[in-house]
């Protein structure tokens, strides 16, 4: 049924996205040719119910009920967030993407090691009170030298350093730390943070319930 | 098959934010997909729900798709985990039956909501579909050879146009031309069939 030359062209580039085999820089143009045109849609579900039915007759199926499911799909799908993967860069930027990907992965990836060392030194310093001084020194000295190595972002090391205070001997928790700890709950209730606390609390909350 | 995934662009869409690119992929695998739930649940009511589920968590997962797999393989695991979800929590909650639906059918004196799914196994539906395999067993037999090779060799042997060109001894653009063509043969016949009187349209 040729309505017009340009309405087949069109027809015809969504029967090759059918297959997969359309150029990349084509297919949002047939996606929303799709999106606007009730013909294309009714000839998208017509040709795959068609493949369906070649490979197995009892894929045939009653049009009104994939109709009806679709319109059911369409309103659910219209209530969820739209998906967004920025990773899988647009086609068009698809030669360059690759080593772009590279390059931020890496970043992040170093971004990620630093924040760690951070955490890690910063934990340590909180689990040993009793030794606190020197260990929140050594901490204090180990911070800037992570943050060398994460080199480009001179934001973490702001954000991240006053992990602990030591006042003394006397440990005292900063409010970003709490924060932290508010939202993840399975070190909330220990008061003293001086003991590896999260397995020792388990054992508790376990006894109790028995 | 070991070309490259026919659902890769379609697949890229969606993560860039295209719902219709999904809806889709939805219009292509649902039939498989509610056959697939139909062999593990056996209430055939459930189905379509199931198979809604199915395609939901599909969206919602589809950003940590990696494209390891081809996209049907990951969804029908989708699928055989959203079927023994929803056949454990039958378990659990045993009043979603198809006793417990159907008499709740019953004491509702409206017609069923315009856009649920109409039961899969109403004599009508069985009909409808025997014609529609019947129609398209037809129409593919009255296609001219070329046409018929094409579409053969695309739906049923799984070939890319390239291979199906080297198969027919002819330029990429053809087999391309010719699959639509075969396409548009055989939809004429079953319009008839895939028009709708109640004016929902796709």
């Not at chain 1, 006397?170 to 209730?189: M, N, S, T, W």
Request: hydrophobic share 45%; net charge negative.
């Amino acid at each position: 049924m040729a309505i017009d030359g340009f309405d087949d062209a069109a027809r015809e580039r969504l029967s090759a996205l059918a297959d997969g085999q359309l150029d990349s820089a084509a297919v949002a143009a047939s996606c929303a040719a799709f999106h606007r045109d009730p013909q294309l849609r009714a000839d998208w579900h017509a040709w795959h119910l068609i493949g369906d039915v070649l490979r197995s007759e009892d894929l045939a199926s009653d049009p009104r009920h994939d109709r009806a499911f679709g319109a059911q799909l369409r309103s659910r799908l219209s209530a969820e967030p739209v998906v967004l993967a920025p990773a899988a860069s647009t086609s068009d930027l698809s030669a360059r993407a690759p080593s772009e990907r590279g390059r931020r992965g890496r970043w992040t990836a170093a971004g990620a090691v630093a924040a760690g060392v951070v955490m890690v030194v910063g934990t340590f310093a909180l689990v040993r009170p009793d030794a606190s001084p020197p260990a929140a020194r050594i901490a204090r000295a180990e911070i800037p030298a992570a943050t060398v190595v994460s080199a480009p972002g001179p934001a973490p090391a702001a954000d991240v350093q006053p992990v602990a205070i030591v006042a003394g001997s006397q440990l005292i928790r900063d409010a970003q730390l709490e924060r932290y700890l508010e939202a993840h709950k399975q070190f909330a209730g220990t008061s003293a943070l001086g003991v590896p606390s999260a397995f020792l609390r388990s054992a508790t909350v376990d006894s109790a319930a028995r | 098959m070991n070309a490259p995934d026919a659902d890769a662009p379609l697949v890229e869409r969606v993560k860039q934010g295209d719902v219709k690119a999904f809806e889709m992929l939805v219009v292509k695998y649902q039939r498989r997909i509610e056959r697939l739930i139909g062999r593990m649940v056996r209430d055939v009511d459930l189905v379509p729900d199931i198979a809604q589920e199915t395609f939901i968590r599909a969206y919602r997962a589809l950003p940590q798709f990696r494209g390891d797999s081809a996209f049907y393989t990951w969804l029908y695991r989708i699928a055989v985990n959203t079927a023994k979800k929803s056949l454990m929590e039958l378990k659990r909650d045993p009043l979603v039956t198809e006793s417990a639906r159907a008499s709740r059918d019953e004491d509702d004196d409206n017609p069923r909501v315009e856009n649920e799914p109409s039961d899969a196994a109403t004599p009508d539906a069985v009909l409808a579909s025997k014609q529609i395999a019947s129609a398209v067993n037809f129409a593919v037999e009255a296609l001219s050879e070329d046409l018929r090779q094409a579409i053969t060799l695309r739906e049923i042997e799984g070939l890319s146009y390239e291979e199906i060109a080297e198969l027919m001894n002819c330029p990429i653009g053809t087999v391309r031309s010719r699959i639509f063509r075969a396409r548009e043969a055989i939809a004429a016949r079953l319009r008839p069939l895939l028009d709708t009187r109640d004016g929902d349209r796709w």
